[in-house]
């Protein structure tokens, strides 16, 4: 009887405990967070070019330039000797007739306009034939004293002085009078050149070879500037554009951002073409016409550029939303909200800006020398800038 009575006891304290058993609130599960929400706008670029090519074109036309009239092209002597001391093997003005890619373009408009192009090489034989012809016997004393500079005259004086004195041999006298000589026609821009140097570097020797002998031009075309490789910076303000505007008015969030320098300008790294030169009337040495244009890939239309650009709208409290979630899931939580409903944290929202990229073109950081671009441009800036000039 003893024996029963304690296994009765035993099941009651069992049964007693079964019924105090801790009671669990079922595992949250995270909510479905609502998808971003992305708004894109793609516009295209367009970099103000506001110079209007006449703005640098004057041309006097109290002389009438009338069509048949010959001309020859003049390079500045600069341009060569940069060439030479780059030693370049592919460089804009590198043929001996002139006839590269630019100053075809050149040409082209020249006949276009009714100018009888000279060619150039004639003029360089021109010009060496009448170097010839004007320079004296440097082995004569009297033609080397007149060559030399006054300053250095009274040194020539006294040497032949020696000489005469018999201060000094002929040997002597001979070698003295060498050097002055080399030194002469190494400082002297009127010496005999090679075939392959350049002579139209001397506005003043081709106007002279243009006025007399059988090879005569009516007008010298002098290029003071022709750079291909010029590097520019570009810059367009984005909030100068009125799509992006409305935008930014439709997406108030990304205000703020969006209206720092960093992300409303755009940059771009562009290759120019710059063109200068000025047309020059042989017979007065008058200047009826001179111009600069400049071109860059852009207002050249070489290239376009489209940037895109846009507005993010995401969940911005996820974090505290799974946190909430993993702070509900332990054991001493779920027995806390057991039988109770729970609130989920409201979703928090927020905006970022969505920073404007290259969709299409091509907009650099640095400078890159293409040699197709660059002769697009170099034949589009002589087009442009040689159509200027009116002719009857």
């Known amino acids: 009887m003893k024996k029963y009575k304690i296994i009765m006891i035993s099941l009651l304290a069992l049964l007693a405990g079964c019924t105090s058993a801790p009671k669990y609130a079922p595992l949250l599960s995270m909510p479905v967070i609502p998808e971003d929400k992305v708004d894109l706008i793609d516009v295209d670029v367009k970099f103000d070019d506001k110079i209007d090519i006449y703005d640098n074109v004057v041309q006097n036309f ?26 370049a093997i592919n460089q804009d003005f590198k043929t001996k007739d002139f006839f590269n890619l ?24 021109k010009l060496r034939t009448l170097r010839d012809e004007s320079r004296c016997n440097l082995n004569e004393f009297r033609c080397l004293h007149s060559q030399v500079a006054p300053e250095i005259q009274p040194v020539l004086e006294e040497l032949k002085r020696k000489y005469d004195d018999k ?23 009127g010496k005999t050149r ?41 810059y367009k ?9 409305e935008f930014v008015r ?52 070489v290239h376009d550029l489209s940037v895109e650009m846009g507005s993010r709208e995401y969940v911005s409290n996820l974090g505290d939303i799974r946190r909430f979630v993993s702070d509900n899931n332990t054991s001493i939580a779920r027995q806390n909200r057991f039988g109770k409903s729970v609130d989920f944290p409201s979703f928090e929202y927020s905006v970022d800006l969505l920073k404007p990229s ?26 442009d800038l040689i159509a200027t000039i009116k002719v009857n």
Do not use: M
């Open 62 to 87: 109290s002389r009438n330039i009338d069509s048949g009239s010959s001309i020859v092209i003049n390079v500045p002597s600069k341009l060569f000797e940069e060439q030479a001391e780059s030693n």
């Open 102 to 125: 630019a100053e075809q373009q050149i040409e082209k408009e020249l006949i276009r306009k009714g100018f009888d192009v000279l060619s150039r090489s004639k003029f360089e034989a």
């Open 167 to 189: 201060e000094i041999n002929s040997i002597e006298y001979a070698d003295e009078i060498k050097l002055f000589k080399d030194k002469l026609q190494s400082a002297s821009a």
């Open 194 to 234: 090679q075939e392959g140097d350049k002579e139209l570097t001397d506005i003043s020797e081709v106007i002279r070879a243009a006025e007399s002998g059988d090879i005569k031009a009516d007008y010298i075309l002098q290029i003071n500037l022709f750079d291909t490789e010029k590097k520019t910076s570009i």
């Open 237 to 245: 303000d984005l909030r100068h554009i009125s799509s992006v505007r």
């Open 250 to 301: 439709k997406n108030p969030g990304i205000k703020s951002d969006f209206e720092s320098n960093e992300n409303s300008i755009v940059r771009c790294a562009v290759i120019s073409s710059q063109l200068n030169a000025k047309l020059i009337y042989v017979k007065t040495g008058a200047i009826t016409w001179i111009g600069e244009h400049e071109l860059n890939e852009f207002s050249s239309g």
């Open 358 to 383: 290259i969709s299409s073109g091509r907009c650099e950081k640095k400078w890159t020398n293409s040699r197709e671009v660059r002769s697009q441009l170099a034949r589009q800036v002589a087009k």
